[in-house]
């Protein structure tokens, strides 16, 4: 029997691609992680979320061990809701989805949206895992580039116009992280917000706007997409893994009702009554305002921790965007293939994400880094750095 | 802007069927559920689930709120392993893929297998969530009777034959629930677990089996299709939503390891680790055959109870099947539409499933529901059975 015979079209077409995740080396254990894009671990509120179980089953006993039933979920809606006016959103009824974190709300909306021939628009660099998500739909792509400004939306208005002139195929979507975007750490300026929202009406297409970090700004607050777009162009995809943390998987979308029902109908791992009534059980009991200036100074502290050694360590011809909030630093290191400087770093034990993954001509991605600032603690961060500097000297 | 412009084909085809879940009206607060295929209240953990947190949190600190990194979400891997033994099945590496609950496997398997031209074959009458799931994917089933001995693998082996002879498609998988069926409560003997096995292998297709029931046995423990398999023909779905907690969402497939690679290919709601590591730390703490064993003891004696019942306030004219485990009695009320008479029962405060929801085709399930025996307690089984005897002999 030849297993692969009964695979559909649709896996068949996937399994083409790598492996997804399969982009890093396993890395050793005393290996100071300025690759890895999680919360540091003394920011992770162990014991609030402890509590807020507690309460939760003391005062709901059962009822989020069934399938539904807890009125904690419908909370977690609400409180979702009042975070989104923060953020200058105004989300009605029907216009709302929890999901298992960012990366199945991304994998949904890519199934609404994606045909075997659709075209992408994405950003390069960009998110590998959304990348590789898309992959899974369709191999049409295209790739504009972003600068220290966010994407570059001149280039972008470019290309549409060539590919229009030329009756080529349209981009359905594009698919864009404006704020402290991953992996440059950059963000769109609200000119080009404003342009890339002209361009989506000229030119017909939707935006899939994912604002993972948008909330850790160190000064100054960026208006999501979705708070400018008039015309329900934009489907805004949030998550609480930066915010609170990764492994209680809470995400969601806000999008148009039509958008919402038709990404809730291929939702099969159901809800999460125990994961979502416990959020909503600890955001009940925590002052996120407060959570969120915590979060922001802190990190805010680390990333010049950083940037200083950055400066201090690393040869002058090393050079890197200064981000305004989130969790990286995108550095270049002209002439020096990244890739093959990772083994020499995990040898002396530092590890960073090789910039060629954020790429989809891994090519142009040969000189660039992505260093992470959010895990590792301050002295981490300043060793990891020096180790580093070793290293390119060295190579 | 229209919005359905930009879907994909696959949700257009999907959005043709009726919503997903539309399958009941409202019930009435005060209403006995004899619809509701959950656990029964007291019967879901719900301290010792709290302990489990609080020892997880107290053991691993912040890596069950991380991504990965919880050494428990290996450990619940080897728990089901452990578990599938007792079961009969030996799963090597790489032949068990976590899943969030049994919905999510069903679904990603159905990813991996079906096209739009896909032909699949399911039981008549079989559980309709499943039944959906495969819907969003293709439209050409067969639909093959079940009776109290389960699938009835004959005529099963006729159609196939019939197909074979005609130049017909043959279908990828058959989905069978061959113990303590959901909704007929019934289970296939051994003699058709044996035949559907060959029919697998003569006309080389695969089986979907789905055992969400299969340890809540009465009486007879009976081997999963799983564990006769010699092809590696049958992918197979566990849960531990019965016999621990919906809420959880803890569901599994085991296949061979070219199944397991394509569907965790799909899984984009990434790993539960909250979920997983908790799960596993309570799996830890209870002894799970204890728990099973009173389990099935309590089950088994509400459904005494329930067919006690049934003998006593249902008229002569009304027949069931004595189920040997699981949640549900499959009841046949002869000329009556039980879609119509489910209005009367719920103002009378009594729910049930009407049987036609159960069916490719409605029509061949107005004469038929299905009772839970799982959720309601003892004295709410006598009095929804009363109300339901008088409710039928009213109309």
């Given at each position: 029997?030849?297993?692969?015979?009964?695979?559909?079209?649709s896996?068949?077409a996937?399994?083409?691609n790598?492996?997804?995740?399969?982009?890093?080396?396993?890395?050793?254990?005393?290996?100071?992680?300025?690759?890895?894009?999680?919360?540091?671990?003394?920011?992770?509120?162990?014991?609030?979320?402890e509590?807020a179980?507690?309460?939760?089953?003391?005062?709901?006993q059962?009822?989020?061990?069934?399938?539904?039933?807890?009125?904690?979920?419908a909370?977690?809606?609400?409180?979702?809701?009042?975070?989104?006016?923060?953020?200058?959103?105004?989300?009605?009824?029907?216009?709302?989805?929890?999901?298992?974190?960012?990366c199945?709300?991304?994998?949904?909306?890519?199934?609404?949206?994606?045909?075997?021939?659709?075209?992408?628009?994405?950003?390069?660099?960009?998110?590998?895992?959304?990348?590789?998500?898309?992959?899974?739909?369709?191999?049409?792509f295209?790739?504009?580039?972003?600068?220290?400004?966010?994407?570059?939306?001149e280039?972008?208005?470019?290309?549409?116009g060539?590919?229009?002139?030329?009756g080529?195929?349209?981009?359905?979507?594009?698919?864009?992280?404006?704020?402290?975007?991953?992996?440059?750490?950059?963000t769109?300026?609200k000119?080009?917000?404003?342009?890339?929202?002209e361009?989506?009406?000229k030119?017909?297409?939707?935006?899939?706007?994912?604002?993972?970090?948008?909330?850790?700004?160190f000064?100054?607050?960026?208006m999501?997409?979705k708070?400018?777009?008039?015309?329900?162009?934009?489907?805004?995809?949030?998550?609480?893994?930066?915010?609170?943390?990764?492994?209680?998987?809470?995400?969601?979308?806000?999008a148009?009702?039509?958008?919402?029902n038709?990404i809730?109908?291929f939702?099969?791992?159901?809800?999460?009554?125990?994961?979502q009534a416990?959020?909503?059980?600890?955001l009940?009991?925590?002052?996120?305002?407060?959570r969120?200036?915590?979060?922001?100074?802190?990190?805010?502290?680390k990333?010049?921790?950083?940037?200083?050694a950055l400066?201090q360590?690393l040869?002058?011809?090393?050079?890197?965007?200064?981000?305004?909030?989130?969790?990286?630093?995108?550095?270049k290191?002209?002439?020096v293939?990244?890739?093959?400087?990772?083994?020499?770093?995990?040898k002396?034990?530092?590890?960073?994400?090789?910039?060629?993954y954020?790429?989809?001509?891994?090519?142009?991605?040969?000189e660039?880094?992505?260093?992470?600032f959010?895990?590792?603690?301050?002295?981490?961060?300043?060793?990891g750095?020096?180790?580093?500097?070793?290293?390119i000297?060295?190579?």
């Amino acid at each position: 029997m030849k297993i692969e015979s009964f695979f559909s079209e649709s896996i068949k077409a996937a399994l083409k691609n790598d492996p997804p995740g399969e982009w890093m080396p396993s890395l050793p254990d005393d290996c100071i992680r300025l690759s890895s894009g999680y919360p540091a671990p003394h920011l992770v509120p162990v014991l609030q979320l402890e509590e807020a179980v507690v309460s939760l089953l003391k005062e709901e006993q059962d009822l989020p061990l069934h399938y539904l039933g807890s009125p904690k979920m419908a909370k977690l809606t609400e409180q979702i809701k009042e975070r989104s006016v923060e953020r200058g959103m105004r989300l009605s009824e029907g216009e709302l989805l929890i999901t298992s974190g960012a990366c199945q709300a991304i994998d949904l909306i890519a199934r609404i949206l994606i045909d075997d021939q659709t075209l992408v628009a994405i950003e390069s660099p960009t998110y590998m895992e959304a990348l590789e998500v898309f992959q899974n739909y369709t191999e049409h792509f295209i790739s504009i580039p972003v600068d220290e400004y966010g994407l570059q939306t001149e280039q972008l208005e470019k290309v549409l116009g060539e590919r229009k002139r030329k009756g080529l195929s349209l981009p359905r979507f594009l698919y864009t992280i404006p704020t402290f975007q991953n992996p440059t750490g950059t963000t769109m300026t609200k000119e080009r917000r404003k342009h890339v929202l002209e361009l989506a009406s000229k030119y017909n297409f939707l935006i899939l706007e994912d604002d993972a970090y948008g909330e850790l700004y160190f000064d100054e607050h960026s208006m999501p997409l979705k708070a400018m777009d008039k015309e329900s162009r934009v489907l805004y995809v949030g998550s609480l893994s930066k915010v609170v943390a990764p492994g209680m998987r809470i995400g969601w979308v806000a999008a148009a009702p039509e958008f919402i029902n038709a990404i809730a109908w291929f939702k099969k791992d159901l809800d999460h009554p125990f994961a979502q009534a416990t959020m909503a059980s600890y955001l009940d009991r925590i002052d996120l305002k407060d959570r969120l200036n915590m979060l922001r100074d802190t990190y805010q502290e680390k990333c010049n921790v950083l940037l200083s050694a950055l400066k201090q360590y690393l040869p002058k011809s090393v050079s890197w965007y200064v981000p305004n909030g989130g969790y990286f630093v995108w550095v270049k290191i002209a002439g020096v293939d990244t890739s093959q400087l990772l083994d020499h770093a995990l040898k002396e034990g530092v590890s960073y994400v090789p910039g060629k993954y954020f790429f989809l001509d891994q090519q142009e991605g040969t000189e660039y880094l992505r260093l992470s600032f959010s895990f590792a603690d301050e002295s981490e961060i300043v060793e990891g750095i020096q180790k580093l500097g070793k290293v390119i000297e060295r190579n």
